[in-house]
């Protein structure tokens, strides 16, 4: 399927994997990028040695375009920053602030810039910066989230831009991929069906609770701080929320979640962790490989699209 996004990126199918920090790594973006989509390696709060390892080793296993998604309050962003350039990254995404001041070095590179945008305003104020394409993702998303859905705001940023724009949140399934195309999207972006993929490093526990979610068991925390996160239902959300209607303080907060994702990735302790999900996860009932992931999702959307 040819997109704008396909030819842009130089991909076969109109798929991103999510830059989930913890999960995407070069495990997974290569086996995403190996099966025709275009795989994101997450540097999170990672050091810049750390991400540059990850390029490399990815480069190791397919010599197929991947990307690198950028948190930017990263203390070490201005390296990472770098570190993409001298790697040869085709594609940077970008979270949590504005990539202006690293847009003409990495424009330069020949790096094609995609901000992950969470309203019409931001996506406006990406494109002006020179931004090849925005994700828009809805609320809908695992982890740090907007406010607006992916249905109400996918059309709207649409609308408002020049650029190719990307569908994400609340896609899981070949349904998914065509009513985003049907909104005007170009390409769309996963996250929590690719955290169950086989090539995914998530620890079997976390995987097993995507799979067994219900589509009533998601949580949103931290609206009374402005950084609300979307997680399935534990015995973390239920103190965090509790204590978020007592009034408790940000660094009260912040110390509760401190390392949750990290606890709920790597050590599997889904209890006391961070399962950062989406609301679509009550659709995710199996473990699959990224190639079958992406081949049954293009199978039913072209079905779809046809009729």
């Known amino acids: 399927m040819k997109t704008k996004i396909t030819e842009l990126l130089g991909i076969e199918y ?5 830059g989930m920090a913890w999960v995407a790594d070069y495990h997974l973006a290569a086996a995403v990028s190996e099966a025709g989509g275009l ?4 540097a999170g709060g990672a050091p810049a040695s750390f991400v540059r390892e990850q390029i490399q080793k990815a480069k190791e296993i397919t010599d197929k375009p991947f990307g690198v998604n950028i948190m930017l309050m ?3 962003a201005d390296q990472i920053a770098q570190v993409v350039i001298e790697e040869g990254v085709k594609v940077v995404t970008t979270g949590a602030g504005n990539p202006g001041k690293y847009m003409a ?3 330069e590179a020949g790096i094609k810039v995609i901000p992950v945008v969470a309203s019409v305003g931001l996506a406006k104020m990406m494109e002006r910066a020179g931004a090849d394409a925005v994700v828009a993702e809805g609320t809908e998303s695992g982890g740090h989230i907007g406010e607006t859905t992916t249905m109400a705001l996918v059309p709207q ?12 949140g609340g896609i899981a399934d070949g349904r998914g991929f065509a009513a985003a195309i049907m909104l005007g999207a170009d390409a769309v972006q996963m996250g929590t069906r ?4 086989k090539e995914s490093i998530v620890h079997d526990n976390y995987k097993q609770k995507v799979i067994s979610a219900k589509d009533i068991d998601s ?5 009374s701080t402005g950084h609300p996160v979307r997680c399935i239902r534990n015995k973390t959300t239920r103190e965090y929320l509790k204590l978020e209607q007592e009034g408790a303080t940000l660094e009260e907060l912040e110390k509760m979640t401190l390392g949750g994702l990290r606890k709920a990735v790597v050590e599997g302790n889904v209890v006391e962790g961070s399962i950062m999900a989406g609301q679509i996860a009550g659709l995710v009932k199996e473990e699959n490989t990224c190639k079958e992931i992406i081949q049954e999702i293009m199978s039913q959307a072209k079905t779809l699209l046809k009729l």
């Not at 795989?39 to 997450?42: A, E, L, T, V």
């Not at 940023?157 to 994400?168: C, F, L, R, S």
């Open 14 to 18: 109109p798929v991103i994997q999510g």
């Open 39 to 42: 795989g994101i390696i997450g």
């Open 74 to 76: 990263n203390p070490e």
């Open 105 to 107: 070095a990495w424009k």
């Open 157 to 168: 940023v649409v609308d408002a831009v020049n650029i190719p724009v990307i569908a994400a």
């Open 194 to 197: 690719f955290v169950v993929a």
């Open 219 to 223: 949580a949103v925390t931290g609206r």
